[in-house]
């Protein structure tokens, strides 16, 4: 990416982090820049394209925020789970916007879908189809808890741990 894509993007997930996905239009991507919307289109075709770079992003992010948890405590699945709900309640408009549509897996760069994926696989001893449930129940959590879905006194850390042992007795 030139630069000034760089700098769109960044603007892009400054907009998304602070309003949510629907403040994410072009419009008011360019009035955040300064330049009119055509502008943009320089440099990105349309809005799935910024929105693509910000899916890349998170992927990225949470397969670091992954490693090092796996580097830290060495398949610990709590471990990793903590990492992956902190990191997705850190950024709840990055992650709904990656996680709660298809995945524009030919868009993204190469191999960081596996890469993200990698350090659960692993901890889940190279099982896909446990390394997949595990997945859903995590994701599950993360965007029950971010749209506020618990009630108040719900024991998140407990259930988070009744889950995993549930699926990794």
């Known amino acids: 990416m030139t630069a000034r894509a760089r700098e769109i993007v960044a603007a892009a997930r400054d907009l998304l982090e602070e309003s949510g996905p629907a403040a994410l239009t072009m419009r008011t991507l360019a009035d955040r820049l300064g330049i009119k919307a055509p502008s943009l289109y320089k440099h990105f075709p349309d809005k799935h394209a910024v929105e693509v770079e910000l899916a890349a992003q998170m992927l990225e992010e949470s397969a670091q925020a992954l490693e090092t948890a796996a ?82 006194d719900a024991d998140l850390d407990a259930a988070w741990k009744r889950g995993l042992r549930a699926l990794h007795p």
């Not at 996680?99 to 190469?110: C, H, K, Q, V």
């Not at 659960?120 to 971010?146: P, S």
Request: contains cysteine; glycine residues 8%.
């Open 71 to 152: 580097t830290r405590t060495p398949g610990s699945l709590e471990e990793l789970a903590r990492a992956y709900r902190t990191y997705a309640l850190s950024h709840p408009h990055l992650y709904c916007l990656a996680t709660e549509r298809p995945l524009p897996r030919a868009s993204l760069p190469a191999g960081l879908e596996d890469r993200a994926a990698l350090p659960l696989l692993r901890a889940c001893g190279g099982d896909l189809d446990l390394a997949r449930a595990t997945w859903a129940f995590a994701h599950g959590m993360v965007v029950l808890e971010i749209h506020g879905r618990f009630p108040e």
